[in-house]
């Protein structure tokens, strides 16, 4: 097994009575790709709003490289090495199906390197 880069453990997070997230964990490894998935409200992006320091957890802990970290704002995820690239629909082209899946690759990001779409 790889070793963790970023692991979150128990992360709660209520806003008013609703429940985002309840008691998470998740490892980010070294070396593999990851994808979070779920339907709107399952807490996805609290739960990445709180590994890159935007929102506190209610309860929880977060390790980077093996060592605790208090992630109390962007700068500070930062200055980990950790980034985040915020869902928006103006971040890229509309894709079909086929060039979400490959976003990552270079050919994806590479607009030499992809055919028009008609």
Same mark, same amino acid.
């Not at 963790?4 to 985002?20: E, F, P």
């Not at 690239?85 to 030499?112: K, M």
């Given at each position: @097994? ?18 985002? %997230? ?5 490892? +980010?490894?070294?070396?593999?790709? =990851? *994808? ?12 990445? %709003?709180? @590994? $890159?320091? =935007? *929102? ?7 390790? *980077? ?14 200055a980990?090495?950790?980034?985040m *690239? =915020?869902? =928006? $629909? &103006? ?7 086929a ?7 270079? &050919?994806?990001?590479?607009? %030499? +390197? ?5």
């Amino acid at each position: @097994m790889a070793d963790s880069a970023v692991k979150l453990r128990g992360i709660s997070k209520r806003y008013g009575d609703t429940q985002a %997230n309840d008691g998470v964990d998740f490892d +980010l490894r070294v070396g593999e790709i =990851h *994808v979070l998935l779920g339907e709107n409200g399952a807490g996805k992006t609290t739960l990445m %709003n709180i @590994m $890159f320091g =935007h *929102v506190l957890p209610d309860e929880g802990t977060i390790e *980077v490289n093996g060592q605790p970290a208090d992630l109390e704002s962007p700068n500070d995820a930062l200055a980990l090495g950790i980034g985040m *690239v =915020h869902q =928006h $629909f &103006s971040l890229v082209p509309p894709f079909t199906v086929a060039e979400n899946i490959v976003l990552g690759s270079r &050919s994806a990001l590479d607009p %030499n +390197l992809r055919p028009e779409s008609s």
